[in-house]
């Protein structure tokens, strides 16, 4: 029996550290509907855009409304205010998540991880939610164009 190695499901070959950068800035975009923060500290140059957006959204492997709910329960659990905030506005405003499936998850949560952090959560849905709709619902992204 034949062994092969698994494909590569890394991010693409990019000709310029400059390439990269912004290949993940589009795909902070496309996920967080707004545009990146610029790349002015080592933590968003290298961090959020070349690490976060650039290798680990743009991934094959799942699908984005998956990697939306992973990354909810995770900043969720971990009780971090603004990527709490900034993701459930992202998974609402993006229309990848409905309100419905929202306020389930918030009881779901709740459930698992304790209701005093689910409160937070759900005053993020609240806000978020209310946002949303001061700005005329969801808006579609265009997915990031591969490199090369």
């Not at 659990?77 to 900034?86: E, H």
């Not at 992202?90 to 309100?99: C, E, H, Q």
């Not at 779901?108 to 005329?136: I, M, T």
Request: charged share 20%.
């Amino acid at each position: 029996m034949t062994k092969t190695s698994p494909p590569d499901l890394g991010p693409p070959e990019f000709a310029s550290p400059e390439e990269r950068s912004q290949y993940g800035r589009d795909w902070f975009h496309y996920v967080m509907t707004m545009p990146a923060p610029p790349p002015t500290t080592p933590y968003n140059s290298a961090g959020i855009h070349n690490f976060v957006f650039a290798e680990m959204w743009s991934r094959p492997g799942l699908d984005l409304k998956a990697r939306r709910w992973i990354t909810l329960a995770c900043v969720a659990a971990s009780d971090t205010v603004v990527p709490i905030q900034a993701h459930i506005y992202a998974a609402l405003k993006s229309g990848d998540i409905t309100i419905e499936e929202m306020h389930e998850f918030t009881l779901h949560f709740a459930v698992y991880c304790g209701w005093p952090k689910a409160s937070l959560v759900n005053q993020a849905v609240q806000d978020a939610w209310a946002r949303v709709q001061e700005e005329g619902g969801t808006v579609q992204m265009a997915r990031p164009d591969p490199v090369g």
